[in-house]
């Protein structure tokens, strides 16, 4: 089944690191596809940033599971209203009918509780160091954590340069409305478009998003 996840704005002050790819990564983009180059011309910056929190992350898109982006930022304000910081402590702070308060479904709240409860080895992976597959084996584990969920994680939080997330149903549409006229394309044709991003369809999706939203996204 289909995940789909509430995406926010990026706001300025959360904004921490670039990849150190991004500009040789446009300009293959411009080279290789020109409609992706007419999008990078378009919505130039802001480029793509990670927070460098995983466990931040890995709430956050329980929260936006199945849900619009504004019920998503709605539930997700009432989270961090109820704590100066998402961490471990601040989640085991919080009774399951206090965060239930916040919008949560029962569902979620437990969902985040196997978080906290696999934080002890999840904080400890070098997760820099893994595969792109090794992350998604480390991940999988996870209750309510789906293969949409880990692209999110590797585009914006690890920064991989090479993630084509098409369980995303917004890439999906954005690629069949720029290169079929927004008929509908199977996976095969999708990955076919996708073969003239390599090594960088991260960065290709990235403006996709923007195309879709000119809001930067931002997990």
Do not use: C
Not at 39 to 60: A, C, M, N, W
Not at 153 to 162: E, G, S
């Amino acid at each position: 089944m289909t995940e789909f996840f509430g995406i926010s704005s990026i706001h300025g002050d959360d904004l921490k690191t670039t990849p150190s790819y991004w500009e040789e990564a446009k300009a293959h983009l411009r080279k290789s596809d020109s409609i992706i180059a007419e999008l990078i011309d378009q919505y130039e910056e802001p480029p793509l940033h990670s927070k460098g929190e995983l466990f931040e992350t890995l709430v956050r898109s329980i929260v936006g599971q199945q849900i619009s982006a504004i019920a998503a930022d709605a539930i997700w304000n009432r989270l961090t209203n109820r704590m100066e910081v998402i961490n471990v402590e601040g989640i085991q702070s919080l009774s399951d009918e206090e965060m239930r308060t916040t919008g949560l479904s029962y569902r979620k709240i437990e969902y985040i509780r196997g978080i906290v409860d696999a934080w002890p080895h999840l904080s400890t992976v070098s997760w820099g160091q893994l595969s792109d597959d090794e992350v998604r084996t480390e991940l999988i584990r996870l209750r309510g954590i789906g293969p949409w969920t880990i692209n999110m994680i590797l585009i914006f939080n690890l920064l991989r340069p090479n993630i084509l997330p098409l369980g995303d149903i917004g890439v999906v549409r954005m690629m069949e409305k720029l290169y079929a006229g927004k008929k509908p394309l199977d996976q095969q044709e999708l990955l076919e478009i996708g073969e003239k991003w390599q090594p960088y369809r991260t960065v290709a999706t990235w403006y996709l998003w923007r195309d879709l939203d000119p809001e930067p996204v931002e997990y």
